[in-house]
């Protein structure tokens, strides 16, 4: 394994992404492509997914989202209007539609099952998710100074004055995503007030 944040290499993200998921389900990179689905397809196992992403994180310097899309959705949105009865809702379909611009639209029909969302996610989809979490650590600026970060390890420190920054939360910037996407739908979602939704 390397250092971490190896970030001089001159390959693709797509092209680590494919090679960090090879190595990890023991496959050849032409067994791997950008559509291959986790499940299903890849036969990945959740320790997998697991050891995938620890690895991203070290390869890029960034904090991946542990938490899928769709569940996050349902936080935000309510549980009924992106699910209900187990199937996930053709508003539920709309929003991960244009959240996951990489799956294939006719892969998420209404009538899925929760279940079956995984069934969907690619490693497109985890190319995403990694460019997504470093545009989000390209524009941070140093709170005090301004000044760019620059990377020790897994952590983040002001070229201009060296204080320490934060590298951005993979959960708060899937929040956020799906705040913006969720606004495009028409009408657009609305989001619920947490704590004040019945639990029933
Ligand atoms: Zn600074």
């Not at 389900?25 to 320790?47: C, H, I, K, Q």
């Not at 899928?68 to 549980?79: H, S, W």
């Not at 910037?173 to 639990?199: H, N």
Request: proline letters at 5%; a negative charge; aromatic letters at 4%.
């Amino acid at each position: 394994m390397n250092q971490g944040g190896d970030l001089s290499d001159p390959r693709s993200v797509e092209q680590v992404v494919i090679e960090i998921v090879a190595r990890s389900l023991e496959r050849t990179t032409d067994e791997v492509t950008l559509n291959s689905r986790f499940w299903g397809e890849l036969d990945a196992e959740s320790l997998d997914m697991l050891d995938i992403i620890y690895a991203l994180e070290r390869r890029f310097r960034i904090r991946m989202p542990r938490l899928n899309l769709l569940q996050r959705a349902v936080d935000l949105f309510g549980e009924d209007v992106i699910i209900k009865g187990g199937i996930v809702t053709e508003r539920g379909i709309e929003l991960m539609r244009v959240s996951m611009p990489e799956v294939p639209a006719e892969w998420m029909k209404p009538g899925m099952r929760i279940y079956d969302f995984r069934k969907v996610i690619t490693v497109g989809s985890f190319v995403r998710v990694v460019e997504r979490c470093l545009e989000a650590v390209d524009k941070l600026r140093c709170s005090r100074c301004g000044g760019q970060p620059e990377g020790v390890e897994m952590t983040l420190r002001c070229t201009g004055c060296g204080m320490p920054i934060e590298l951005p939360s993979g959960e708060q910037l899937l929040v956020q995503d799906l705040r913006i996407y969720a606004q495009r739908l028409s009408p657009p979602l609305v989001e619920v007030q947490t704590g004040l939704r019945d639990e029933a």
